[in-house]
């Protein structure tokens, strides 16, 4: 989970930014490196692993000046080195860059730069972006505006922030789609930046946050906004309470509005240094699962509670169409009271946001006693669930505090999916093509969740308005987006106190048909995928009963459009894709209905956000 910051005024900025590095660090990491301007040349040092490495190599090579910025790297092109941290310099040495995100168009744009001249000292797609800066500085543009054609031409979601020795008081800074925050902190005679409020709230509490395709233009008297076509941008200061939980919030009215917006970004972030998107190979070495242990699998149990327990299921789809292993999923309360079936030959997954949910440890117990090997997917590092397993694939969300799970939902499917393809490509059971095309479509999504997540994308406040009243709610998906229909419905349950039902669609006529009529909204999952017809059909049969249909479709899909009441769109995307960008919408619904409703959000009733206690 990449971090940024940046300063620019009369104090030794490498400490200020250092320091709003090490606030950071819950984010997570595998290097960081931090760049200053000092008698008319750019200084850089960066290292591989813990701030504590960057620390001692500031001790024994000090840089010291009055603009500098600073980076904390998790690898997406390029493995974790010193030679692929951030900051990255561009051929002259005169301009550096520190970045967020995934140049989806890298490739083509290294192939072009290369062919012009320009030498690559790394194998990270960040480096083509500071060399775009340079080409157009040498013909002549301002660092802003070389930076704002730059831009313009890479693919994909970014925060980006740019210093050029042409130009020793000026910073550059842009926001591309939803992977990376912006925040510019206003101080006295200085400038502050981050990727996150934490960062540094410790020297002002006056800040204003870039939004998509913005840049900022910043120096010690003052920030200039700007759009990415050039126009001037008036924002507005907000002033962050120095409450740590409220300034944590940012300018979020709930924690859960907060986190279901930042899941372009931890999307970004549980994908990062996990795998080569040109080759589509996985590798998750924190797993510690070697091919010769993976081809003693013979099958797969997934345990998990709630929200993890559907995310689960989404991963059984994934993981038996990658790799061929049967997968079955089990609740973690259920698990070990009935004497389960598993050996040195089963390979357990847990799931848990906390990594402290009891049954789901008591599961994980039960597991290892019967001889299985362990695995977890955990967002909290050095959990208990951490601890006990054997291998582990850390979800990179970063702290999530509203109690119903929004972004672990989706970065456990991401993990699931990583691991789906890291245990295919070991068992031979996909194909190398299939591989890369995945990769191409991982690397798009936070992107298409970005969109998804843009303000009049759909229109929930509509929805809220019309069905806020309603006690009684369906949700109808089948094949792999079924279980988002169960979790669908257990976010309304969950925040709003609506009470609602997660089905197959194909089970309607075995029982909830008798539920529907005119009062009863029924949420359906139907994209175009290869049980699109049957969800056709079970549209029109809500439809032929008086029902109220709210339909989650592809975009431009006007079959949906021309049958249901209301529609929820998202983008085309790989099958096993879809489910991750699926899910948004539905948590958006449950949000907008129970804001309309009155209800406390981040702490709904009788709720905890770690169960802890059977």
């Not at 001692?56 to 840089?63: E, G, N, R, S, V």
């Not at 789809?317 to 049967?326: G, N, Y």
């Not at 958006?588 to 169960?611: E, H, W």
């Amino acid at each position: 989970m990449c971090g940024i910051v940046g300063y620019v005024g009369p104090r030794e900025a490498t400490t200020i930014v250092f320091e709003g590095l090490r606030r950071l660090e819950y984010r997570g990491y595998d290097s960081a490196g931090v760049a200053t301007l000092r008698g008319g040349r750019i200084l850089v040092r960066r290292a591989e692993g813990k701030l504590s490495n960057l620390e001692h190599l500031l001790a024994d090579q000090p840089i010291n000046g009055h603009i500098a910025i600073g980076h904390t790297r998790w690898a997406t092109h390029g493995a974790p080195s010193q030679r692929n941290a951030h900051p990255h310099t561009d051929c002259t040495g005169e301009i550096t860059l520190i970045q967020n995100g995934i140049v989806e168009n890298f490739l083509s744009l290294r192939q072009a730069l290369q062919a012009e001249g320009h030498v690559f000292s790394s194998e990270t797609d960040t480096e083509v972006i500071v060399h775009l800066v340079e080409k157009y500085v040498a013909q002549g543009c301002s660092l802003a505006e070389a930076g704002r054609r730059a831009f313009a031409q890479i693919k994909g979601a970014h925060a980006i922030v740019l210093l050029s020795s042409r130009e020793p008081d000026t910073l550059v800074a842009a926001r591309l789609g939803n992977a990376g925050g912006v925040t510019v902190g206003l101080g006295e005679g200085e400038m502050f930046l981050a990727s996150d409020i934490p960062a540094i709230l410790e020297h002002t509490r006056r800040m204003i946050f870039l939004e998509d395709r913005q840049m900022a233009v910043i120096t010690p008297t003052g920030p200039q906004f700007f759009s990415l076509d050039g126009q001037a941008v008036e924002k507005s200061v907000t002033e962050i309470p120095w409450d740590p939980i409220s300034a944590a919030k940012g300018t979020y009215r709930h924690f859960m509005q907060k986190e279901i917006y930042e899941q372009a970004r931890s999307i970004t972030d549980t994908l990062r240094g996990r795998i080569d998107f040109e080759t589509g190979v996985v590798t998750l070495d924190e797993l510690n699962l070697p091919p010769k242990a993976v081809s003693q699998i013979k099958e797969m149990v997934t345990v998990a509670c709630g929200t993890s327990a559907y995310s689960g299921l989404v991963g059984k789809f994934m993981i038996e169409a990658l790799a061929r292993v049967p997968v079955e999923v089990d609740y973690g309360s259920e698990f070990r009271y009935r004497d389960p079936i598993v050996d040195q030959h089963t390979l357990v997954l847990a799931i848990t946001q906390s990594g402290e949910t009891v049954d789901t440890l008591a599961a994980m117990e039960e597991a290892r006693q019967k001889g299985a090997r362990l695995v977890s997917i955990v967002n909290v590092i050095g959990s208990m669930a951490q601890r006990i397993s054997d291998g582990v694939i850390l979800m990179h969300t970063g702290p999530e505090i509203g109690v119903a799970s929004t972004k672990a939902f989706s970065a456990s499917l991401v993990d699931q999916l990583l691991l789906g393809a890291y245990l295919g490509q070991a068992r031979g059971t996909l194909a190398d093509q299939d591989s890369r095309s995945l990769a191409q479509a991982l690397a798009e999504l936070p992107e298409l969740a970005g969109r998804v997540l843009q303000d009049g994308y759909n229109d929930y406040e509509t929805l809220a308005h019309d069905f806020h009243d309603r006690e009684h709610f369906l949700f109808l998906g089948r094949g792999i987006n079924y279980p988002i229909a169960l979790e669908g419905a257990l976010k309304l349950k969950e925040i709003s106190y609506i009470h609602a039902e997660g089905y197959p669609a194909g089970e309607m006529k075995h029982g909830p048909i008798a539920l529907i009529d005119e009062s009863m909204p029924v949420v359906t999952i139907a994209v175009q995928d290869n049980v699109y017809d049957k969800m056709i059909s079970q549209i029109e049969q809500v439809k032929a009963r008086g029902g109220i249909v709210i339909a989650v479709a592809h975009e431009g899909d006007q079959v949906v459009r021309d049958k249901a009441d209301y529609v929820l769109t998202i983008p085309r995307s790989h099958p096993l894709i879809t489910p991750i960008l699926a899910v948004l919408p539905m948590q958006l619904l449950a949000y907008y209905l129970a804001v309309r409703r009155g209800c406390d959000i981040d702490q709904p009733r009788n709720l905890a956000k770690s169960v802890t206690v059977e």
